[in-house]
């Protein structure tokens, strides 16, 4: 189906969540995916809902809000996952049931045990009972960029006569380079037959860097849907990056000559919301929505823009959604302006989450002199953390200096107003006050990696904490803010403390399967 739209299918909720420290809540999904929606992507991957019944209650979620684009759910070649997938997403109008199984040599000897003949018959079943469920399927012969082009090919072919709509081609371990990638996807044309009559995709990974170039190579031998994740995140190095395969098609309009339907004004505040949901900072440097991105530091360069912006300036970036002026808000502002500028952030909150934001916003504005873009999104993934409880941080005192050890003394209140207060020491501040939270919860945690970075510029800047630790052999990320960078760092342990109480109390272990595990068993 060569037209000139390209479908951009955004897959930041389910391959992009695979990335390490990258697992998100129900309610930081759906948050994502009304972004989406509002960037006006084609089709949302919602998740792999057979991994655990949190990925299936996400999907479900996600389908219910029924927000406009198609709601897909990922699935192994087996009748469980494909019906698991048809239950999480057939609420919404435009559903799609997307099926895979490996098809390199590599994959067929090391993984699956399977012969080529199996293979094929295990997607040809898959796609058969996805077909029975709902008109729209798509497949993906994973590796498929490691497989031999002949058999590729015949798998493509079955899967097609199987009934498949979309044929995804995946560059799984992102090995291929965009001359060879281009010599495949001309390749398929030649040799499958009914291939004019699907949609034929296309799924980077960005091990050696070339995750958008390879899509673009695909795109210019025929590919007319992209897969991608806000920001590249995804799993190892990450996915193309759909601000960039986007930005580039629109750009060099004038020689792809091929549209995507997304509102590019929606990029930079969808991916300041995936990076702060996430705590997966973006360079400085990273193409499109980085901070440096639009940066003119070199004298000639300025000299340059002053005469002219298109001298060195390929892009405006009001047309990715950077404000031209990134002071919003000061403290005579009013919750109308607040509320507007929140929205414009890409942040959907109830009259009771803009209260108790406002509130925070005020507090800030009578302590801080310029309040920027930045101090409003830590303050909302402030109070959206605060306020899950069971415990909140009353009071925290820290001594520390130089050749004495730290000591932390805080106070927890609970939801019903009981007080603990502990006391504890260590290294420096930071294990100090670790340890008293940990005291106080009974809660034991392996700290993993921990980051600390400034929400805007200024020495009044807030602080911003994102802490990822192992509990009970599974991965937590919290999220704090505050002026004072301790605090900071307490309010991300505490999120992560809180998280594992609430789940205790409602008896839930979440197990999270990966695609890894991936047997075909139709
Ligand atoms: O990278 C990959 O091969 C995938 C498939 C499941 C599409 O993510
Ligand atoms: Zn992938």
Not at 351 to 371: G, T
Not at 419 to 446: C, H, M, N, W
Not at 471 to 482: C, D, I, L, Y
């Amino acid at each position: 189906m060569a037209t000139n739209r390209i479908k951009i299918f955004d897959t930041t909720l389910r391959d992009g969540e695979q990335a390490p420290g990258c697992s998100m809540t129900l309610r930081e999904k759906l948050r994502i995916a009304k972004a989406l929606a509002d960037l006006n992507v084609d089709i949302i991957e919602a998740g792999f809902p057979a991994a655990s019944p949190g990925d299936f209650d996400a999907v479900k979620a996600i389908a219910d809000e029924n927000r406009g684009p198609v709601i897909c759910g990922l699935a192994r070649c087996n009748p469980e996952d494909i019906a698991k997938v048809h239950e999480a997403v057939k609420s919404a109008d435009k559903h799609r049931i997307h099926v895979f199984v490996a098809t390199s040599a590599i994959h067929r000897e090391y993984k699956l045990k399977m012969a080529k003949e199996e293979i094929i018959k295990s997607a040809v079943g898959a796609i058969t009972m996805a077909r029975e469920l709902c008109d729209d399927v798509e497949f993906s012969p994973e590796d498929a960029s490691r497989t031999e082009l002949s058999y590729l090919a015949e798998v493509v072919s079955a899967a097609i006569e199987a009934g498949a709509t979309t044929v995804n081609i995946p560059d799984t371990v992102g090995y291929t380079v965009p001359a060879e990638f281009d010599k495949l996807f001309r390749y398929l044309h030649e040799h499958v037959t009914g291939i004019e009559n699907i949609t034929l995709s296309v799924h980077c990974h960005d091990d050696l860097g070339m995750a958008v170039a390879n899509s673009l190579a695909a795109v210019g031998a025929g590919a007319r849907q992209v897969e991608c994740t806000i920001n590249g995140i995804g799993e190892r190095a990450g996915n193309c990056s759909l601000e960039e395969v986007v930005m580039a098609l629109k750009t060099r309009s004038e020689f792809y000559s091929l549209d995507t339907g997304i509102d590019s004004t929606r990029l930079y505040p969808t991916a300041r919301l995936v990076s702060g949901i996430t705590g997966m900072q973006i360079p400085r440097n990273k193409a499109i929505v980085g901070e440096n991105a639009f940066a003119h530091e070199a004298g000639i360069h300025q000299h340059g823009m002053l005469q002219h912006a298109s001298t060195y300036e390929i892009m405006r970036p009001e047309e990715i959604g950077i404000s031209k002026s990134n002071l919003v808000l000061g403290k005579h502002s009013g919750r109308h302006a607040f509320r507007d500028r929140v929205r414009d952030l890409g942040f959907d909150l109830d009259d009771f989450e803009v209260n108790r934001a406002f509130q925070e916003f005020k507090k800030l504005a009578d302590k801080k002199k310029d309040m920027y873009d930045g101090d409003i999104e830590a303050i909302i993934m402030n109070v959206d953390n605060s306020s899950t409880g069971p415990w909140t941080l009353k009071s925290l005192q820290i001594t520390s200096g130089t050749g004495i050890d730290a000591t932390a003394t805080l106070e927890l209140l609970d939801e019903n107003g009981a007080q603990i207060r502990k006391e504890a020491v260590g290294d420096g501040p930071v294990e100090a006050a670790f340890t008293a939270l940990e005291d106080a919860s009974g809660i034991d945690l392996t700290l993993k990696n921990f980051e600390l970075h400034s929400a805007t510029v200024g020495e009044d800047a807030q602080g911003e904490a994102t802490v990822v630790v192992e509990f009970n052999g599974q991965p937590f990320r919290g999220h704090g803010a505050s002026q004072d960078i301790i605090e900071a760092t307490c309010r991300a342990y505490l999120e992560v403390i809180n998280r594992i109480l609430r789940r205790r109390e409602l008896g839930l272990e979440e197990i999270k399967a990966t695609t890894d595990v991936n047997r075909a068993t139709i």
